[in-house]
């Protein structure tokens, strides 16, 4: 794969489609060769699935597993392994879940690979193995194919691969109960064609060109499944939090603002992936996460505890538009797990994690801002040094508010305009704090700060 070419891109965006796309698939796949009745699909989707079958049939159904097992290792390179783990559904749900759990991981607790020299050097560094002849062409194809396909098939000679079209075995993509759900979107190219690229997408975007990949996760979603008491609840939360993220993430990447900026990578049970346009993916991760909160207090409202009600999302920003898909994707996942080891429901933005709360508010700062220099005349160089207040140390900080508002009234210059000075007061008083006698800068400020950077034009900045 090309680092930063629209082919490689594409290659990364067709296998999240193919990862997605095998967890439904195979597990119909598998019941339609075995000859069993669809209703013993519990669940699938997001990298997992869960099959309630006849004992008798559990010896047909491993010797389908390992063979598609070795046809995805063979046609991911390795990079992808299937493991699956089977137990008799007696005693309590809980006792049979962790069992699941542990029939499923024991293959990766006792790879002998693990102990290869060079395991834990960076990737890149090692060696890839081969991958079959033509398989980028086919993940390449993917993502198009999905966007204007009716019908996903699967034949037994080539289990690996998901084909859209005729096949020995097929189901309608849709949100029906016996179709495949997924989400999926894929925004048109600079021409209006096809699929665009990233840096297709970043054009896209106002102020100054740029994408990014936004990606989300459900906070403490394992252990809110964890509390589930029976199978039955736990294939309905499945479904429920599915349905949600193919839905709602589809409905929302449709939206005017958005279908022509952004584009799905992927989406799960508890997470979701998409790249494009950097203003588009910030207003996408709030209106996702609003219907999230809705959807929460709706569905989730007879649940104890907060598991699984808030999500965490983060978004990582390209360095350039010929920067590799692959590495931003890589850096947005990072930073949401950071963002997730210091608390939940938070928006890593702009290179900190803020409340949602601070998020909503850093829009309406950065709205301000924005007003200030395009309908006032206020100099765009106010807002670096806005960004400065933050970048301080605090034995140098000043430590009474009336100096940042004097240090910004220099940049600002001579304003009469009574506007323009009831604003400058606000920005200040927002961003450091109403104490007369403390300064407390707040999370939301830079954010804001930040995010009407990006949304003026870099000549406008520059003159």
Aim: charged share 25%; aromatic share 8%.
């Amino acid at each position: 794969m090309g680092a930063g070419s629209a082919a490689g891109d594409a290659t990364v965006a067709g296998r999240c489609v193919w990862a997605s796309l095998l967890a439904e698939v195979l597990p119909r796949a598998l019941l339609a060769e075995l000859g069993l009745a669809k209703i013993l699909l519990g669940s699938s989707g997001g990298g997992s699935f869960l099959l309630v079958l006849p004992q008798a049939s559990i010896p047909q159904a491993e010797e389908f597993l390992a063979r598609s097992a070795a046809a995805i290792a063979s046609l991911s390179a390795g990079r992808l392994r299937l493991t699956w783990g089977a137990t008799e559904n007696l005693g309590d749900w809980s006792i049979v879940r962790k069992r699941l759990a542990e029939a499923v991981w024991k293959p990766q607790q006792v790879d002998p690979a693990a102990a290869r020299p060079g395991i834990f050097e960076p990737y890149a560094e090692v060696a890839a193995p081969m991958e079959e002849p033509e398989a980028s062409a086919y993940f390449d194809s993917l993502l198009t194919g999905l966007r204007d396909a009716t019908v996903v098939s699967w034949n037994p000679d080539a289990p690996a691969r998901i084909l859209f079209g005729a096949g020995v075995h097929m189901w309608t993509l849709g949100s029906g109960t016996d179709e495949v759900t997924l989400a999926r979107h894929a925004a048109p190219g600079a021409d209006g064609a096809g699929v665009g690229s990233p840096a297709d997408l970043g054009a896209k975007a106002a102020g100054q060109p740029g994408w990014g990949v936004l990606r989300g996760e459900v906070d403490n979603f394992g252990s809110r499944m964890r509390r589930a008491q029976s199978v039955e609840e736990f294939v309905q939360l499945t479904a429920l939090f599915k349905q949600f993220f193919a839905g709602e993430l589809t409905l929302a990447c449709l939206q005017p603002d958005y279908w022509q900026r952004v584009t799905i990578l992927y989406s799960g049970h508890d997470q979701f992936a998409v790249f494009g346009a950097w203003d588009a993916l910030i207003d996408l991760g709030r209106e996702l996460q609003r219907l999230f909160q809705r959807f929460a207090d709706e569905k989730l409202k007879e649940m104890d505890g907060p598991e699984g009600k808030t999500i965490t999302m983060s978004l990582a920003l390209a360095d350039s538009a010929e920067s590799p898909l692959a590495a931003v994707f890589d850096e947005s996942g990072r930073r949401l797990h950071a963002a997730k080891a210091g608390g939940r429901d938070c928006f890593h933005l702009f290179g900190r994690a803020a409340e949602w709360r601070h998020v909503n508010h850093a829009r309406d700062l950065k709205e301000m801002m924005r007003r200030m220099i395009g309908d006032l005349g206020c100099p765009p160089e106010f807002l670096a040094e806005l960004a400065g207040f933050y970048g301080e140390k605090p034995e140098t900080r000043a430590d009474r508010p009336w100096r940042y508002s004097r240090r910004l009234g220099r940049v600002l210059g001579e304003h009469r305009d009574r506007e323009v000075q009831r604003l400058q007061k606000a920005l200040i008083t927002d961003i450091v704090g109403k104490s007369a006698t403390q300064v407390k800068l707040r999370p939301a400020g830079l954010v804001a700060v930040e995010w009407a950077r990006m949304l003026t034009p870099q000549q406008q900045r520059q003159n």
